[in-house]
């Protein structure tokens, strides 16, 4: 599987906090990869110094060949990112943004078309502000595919989504996934993550606890669900498996 991403020994302080203490992984083409932790375990942090956003104190990302740093145009124009509380200009109408989004690319997917796919066409003509915050976060992940990346970077996405519209977020990305694109996210969903997830890092206290395949952790721990997998690393010291 060709790799799309390689991350190795990522570290980053802010001030006396290592947030990130050596991390290493990579992410294979069509794989879907979920980075989990605790809270302020470091997640966000790998994920911003990955697209070339946050500057680490050091290590090496290459995503796609690249380093995000000194390429974050072409990066950017092949990857698609949906962060934690994706802000928007109020004021924007739903079609504006979709549109706005789009006018960057050369070759824009039908934003009109995704917007269907998550029952949204309804609120294209709203302001953003009248969106519900379920209904901005989806907006969100619309507008982060707008240009069919070949990477999509998805923090906590289904966070405050019920639970169709999760359903439909995550038969999405698994129609990503069968076209080839990438997909890493983070969710503290462990059920999303167990349906969704080819490989997942538990990540605590800045450092990789367990990588490996959902169901490889499961029979390791000889554990019925993923959340017994997850509180049991969140105890314990670290071990790769
Ligand atoms: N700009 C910053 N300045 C100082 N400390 C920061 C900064 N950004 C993050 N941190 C700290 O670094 C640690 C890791 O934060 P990060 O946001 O990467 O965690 P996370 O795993 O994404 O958490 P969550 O699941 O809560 O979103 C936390 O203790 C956080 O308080």
């Not at 706005?100 to 997917?109: I, M």
């Not at 890493?184 to 167990?194: F, R």
Request: net charge negative; charged share 30%.
């Amino acid at each position: 599987m060709e790799t799309i991403l390689d991350v190795t020994d990522l570290r980053k302080r802010y001030g006396s906090l290592a947030a990130v203490g050596g991390v290493s992984f990579t992410v294979g083409r069509g794989e879907i990869f979920g980075l989990l932790g605790h809270n302020g375990a470091g997640k966000t942090t790998v994920l911003e110094c990955v697209l070339g956003v946050r500057t680490p104190d050091s290590g090496t990302i290459r995503l796609l060949g690249m380093d995000p740093r000194e390429q974050r145009k072409k990066v950017f124009s092949r990857v698609g990112v949906q962060f934690q509380e994706t802000r928007f200009q109020d004021k924007l109408r739903v079609g504006e943004a979709c549109e706005l989004a789009a006018s960057l690319y050369r070759r824009p997917k039908d934003w009109r078309e995704l917007l269907r796919h998550f029952s949204l066409s309804d609120k294209e003509g709203l302001p953003v502000s009248a969106l519900s915050g379920g209904e901005r976060q989806t907006l969100a992940v619309v507008i982060a595919q707008v240009h069919e990346p070949e990477v999509l970077f998805l923090d906590e996405l289904t966070t405050g989504l019920d639970p169709a519209a999760r359903r439909s977020v995550w038969a999405y990305i698994k129609e990503l996934k069968a076209q080839g694109v990438s997909v890493i996210l983070t969710s503290h969903y462990m059920d999303e993550v167990e349906y969704l997830c080819d490989r997942i890092a538990l990540m605590r206290s800045g450092t990789l606890a367990a990588l490996g395949r959902p169901e490889e952790l499961l029979e390791i721990h000889e554990k019925k669900c993923l959340e017994d997998v997850f509180l049991l690393y969140m105890e314990k010291e670290m071990e790769a498996v």
